[in-house]
């Protein structure tokens, strides 16, 4: 840390203090539209505060804010002691800001990056070799110094990304998202970075996350709703108003995991419900007056126990929840039906010399939600590529509902659909001109597309948005849109390409809810996805690195190859983590493992 920023952070124990704070937008000259409401808060230095809420909640808008990049419509904002009106300029040259999607030049090499940012900031030339060589080092960079940033993994860029807003060594640090998309274990390197700059440093951090597990490791959790304060506080606050009201059910078989998740979410004083380690967390309301065991029949599960809260379970305990969809809680295909719809062996993707997948081999089952797990760089997007038809095999087969995929492409395409990440929406449309453009482009007219714009717009509740853009469209109901593109023609196979990367977690909660109900319905779903809790949902998981396959088997499987006496109980997280350092347990599961 400079002498200068050491000196503000002495003399200024709380880095940011708002008052009254609030920022209207006037977008196309309609009617203002309030994305931060009077809120009040402080950031005090060497601390970590949490920033967390749904899409829209105002996160963001507050960043920027804090940031200089936008001006406060009203109430006061005072960052590191100067007045943010009054003194903009200071503010900007004292603080560190890693937007969304890292703010990095991909033709440029790391090195090239850190020229430029340094440019940029106003680094004294001096400072630069010092100040490049030990951002290097701490991030691990040094070694891809001269490679070009677009192509470098996500939890490369994500660590690049950090070490350019440190550049001036800021007593105030603002990330916004910085774990977007990346891997469990890039995730858990930047928090030891975080961690090192807190304790050695003392920089106070403000970090908005939609990781809500993320907020364990903050001082102190401030939780935005519709651009107000809704709670802050210590994640043990937060918990502690959970105790007895989170419960852990024990499915009698597996087959019985999703059923059961989807029954409980049918209690009105049923808070959330989600699927752990193989068993079906539930968070309940204080108005719950039936006994827990009540609210499954007995023969969904053994045994149904209390459980520790975590401030996840706070959060959805609090938030405005969206309407649910009631989906079936009985039957599913994909552990009973044998067919085989998508068969994979000896599959090879080579780029001139480099091979990016190398021989891997699997089968999915019909209904079955199979997924792709992996570090950054792993092959995983290739393999997902090939399956789809818009990457070619440099070699084996692909059979896809019977059909070589090599050799029948367009009629294999037929019977799938795909959600990509971005979720390719034409946003200048509205929604039903979005539906009717890829019925259309998936074959549907006449009676059949309007039967299935009814059916889209009704099931994934967007009537009442219908004619609005899909661009100004809340990052929840965007997602509805792909998904309802994906499902018009009524596809056998559903590919999902990070499907909740950057969503709330009630949207991310609505998502799977429904994806489980297709599942029941029979359709097969290929899913790649950062998020490890989601894992759990997949009746299979094949786990890649470096093109080759790590691992493959159910997530109890999975999860075994975490377990030590230390922890009886591991997560998908911890076995990924395992895996992907390199640090597997000896003993395998027979019939698990590469």
């Known amino acids: ?214 907020a364990e490791h903050c001082d102190r959790v401030i939780v935005l709703q519709q651009g107000q304060v809704l709670a802050s506080g210590r994640p043990a606050d937060f918990k502690r108003e959970l105790v007895g009201r989170v419960f852990s059910f024990t499915p009698r078989e597996t087959a019985l995991t999703r059923p059961l998740q989807a029954l409980l979410t049918r209690h009105q004083a049923v808070r959330d419900v989600t699927i752990r380690s193989g068993k079906v967390r539930c968070v309940v309301g204080r108005e719950l007056k039936a006994k827990i065991g009540d609210l499954a029949d007995r023969q969904y599960y053994r045994e149904v126990t209390a459980a520790p809260p975590c401030f996840e379970d706070a959060f959805m305990d609090m938030a405005t929840h969206p309407t649910i969809p009631r989906l079936p809680a009985h039957g599913q295909p994909g552990e009973g039906d044998d067919e085989i719809v998508i068969e994979v062996r000896d599959l090879t993707k080579t780029f001139g010399a480099f091979t990016a997948v190398g021989g891997i081999s699997f089968n999915v089952r019909r209904g079955q939600i199979f997924g792709l797990l992996g570090p950054n760089g792993a092959g995983k997007t290739t393999t997902f590529r090939m399956l ?33 990440q971005s979720f390719s929406l034409y946003r200048q449309l509205s929604v039903v001109d979005n539906l009717i453009f890829y019925g259309k482009a998936y074959g549907l007219h006449g009676q059949k597309l309007t039967r299935r714009l009814d059916w889209a717009l009704d099931m994934f509740e967007l009537r009442d948005r219908k004619d609005l853009a899909a661009g100004a469209l809340p990052g929840g109901f965007k997602q509805r849109l792909a998904m309802a593109t994906a499902m018009l023609h009524e596809p056998a196979l559903l590919f999902l390409d990070e499907p909740t990367s950057g969503a709330d977690p009630l949207a991310r909660r609505e998502f799977w809810l429904r994806i489980n109900g297709f599942a029941q319905q029979g359709v097969t779903v290929i899913v790649t996805t950062h998020f490890m809790e989601e894992a759990e949902y997949c009746d299979r998981l094949l786990i890649m690195s470096q093109g080759t396959e790590l691992a493959s088997g159910t997530p109890e499987e999975i999860r075994s190859l975490a377990m030590t006496p230390d922890t009886p109980d591991p997560t998908i997280d911890d076995a990924f983590v395992i895996l992907a350092t390199g640090n597997r347990t000896r003993n395998l599961p027979q019939g698990v493992g590469s």
Request: glycine share 10%; net charge positive.
């Open 388 to 420: 789809c038809g818009l990457t070619g095999a440099s070699g084996g087969d692909i059979r896809i509902a019977g059909r070589n995929l090599r050799r029948s492409r367009a009629r294999a395409r037929s019977r799938l659909g795909y959600m990509a």
């Open 1 to 214: 840390m400079t002498a200068e920023a050491a000196s503000s952070t002495a003399q200024i124990p709380q880095a940011l203090v708002a008052e009254n704070l609030c920022k209207d937008f006037s977008p196309h000259k309609q009617l203002p539209v309030r994305a931060l409401d009077r809120i009040s808060f402080t950031i005090d230095s060497g601390r970590v505060t949490g920033l967390v809420g749904p899409d829209g909640a105002g996160k963001t808008t507050l960043l920027r804010l804090a940031a200089g990049l936008l001006l406060p419509t009203s109430g006061n904002l005072r960052v590191l002691g100067h007045d943010q009106k009054d003194r903009l300029e200071d503010i900007q040259r004292l603080i560190g800001y890693m937007p969304q999607q890292f703010g990095l030049y991909h033709d440029l090499s790391v090195q090239e990056n850190l020229d430029l940012f340094s440019d940029l900031q106003g680094v004294a030339r001096q400072e630069r070799p010092h100040q490049h060589a030990r951002l290097l080092d701490m991030t691990g960079l040094a070694p891809f110094s001269a490679r070009r940033v677009g192509r470098l993994s996500g939890g490369m860029q994500q660590k690049l990304g950090l070490a350019c807003a440190l550049l001036k060594s800021p007593p105030l640090l603002l990330l916004d998202e910085p774990t977007v998309g990346v891997d469990p274990v890039s995730r858990r390197e930047l928090w030891k970075i975080v961690a090192h700059l807190v304790q050695d440093q003392k920089v106070a951090i403000l970090v908005a996350t939609s990781y809500l597990d993320e």
